[in-house]
């Protein structure tokens, strides 16, 4: 079983920063991809960010120019850093990691989940 230990969430103001980070361990894929979903209150979860093992990114519209994702192999772990925060990014944000090796963006190509760490940001 591979397990993910996120933290960083918490409240923050609009138009702040928080940083997420999820560290995996156990047995992982060789050269994964990482990545980042969020489910809002009355919404189904959605994509948020995803980077592969050598470094390819994509980001949700929604995030772009925003949102950065890293992550230190060595360490297997995915950091998410969100600035210029707005209320519609309140969520719970869920870490994942996919044994694709590209930069796969659906839920279904994602073998192990996180549990989850609350963002709330206030207008």
């Known amino acids: 079983q591979v397990q993910l230990v996120e933290s960083g969430g918490g409240l923050v103001q609009a138009g702040g920063s928080l940083r997420l980070s999820c560290a995996a361990s156990?047995?992982?894929?060789?050269?994964?991809?990482m990545g980042w979903f969020r489910q809002a209150p009355g919404k189904e979860r959605e994509f948020v960010a995803t980077?592969?093992?050598?470094?390819?990114?994509y980001y949700a519209d929604s995030v772009k120019g925003r949102f950065t994702i890293s992550r230190d192999n060595a360490k297997n772990t995915v950091y998410l850093q969100m600035n210029s925060l707005k209320p519609e990014d309140t969520a719970v944000y869920y870490c994942?990691?996919?044994?694709?090796?590209?930069?796969?963006?659906?839920?279904?190509?994602?073998?192990?989940w996180g549990q989850g760490t609350q963002v709330t940001v206030s207008s």
């Open positions: 156990g047995r992982t894929f060789s050269r994964y991809a």
């Open positions: 994942a990691i996919s044994g694709r090796s590209g930069v796969p963006r659906r839920q279904d190509e994602y073998d192990y």
């Open positions: 980077r592969s093992w050598y470094g390819d990114t």
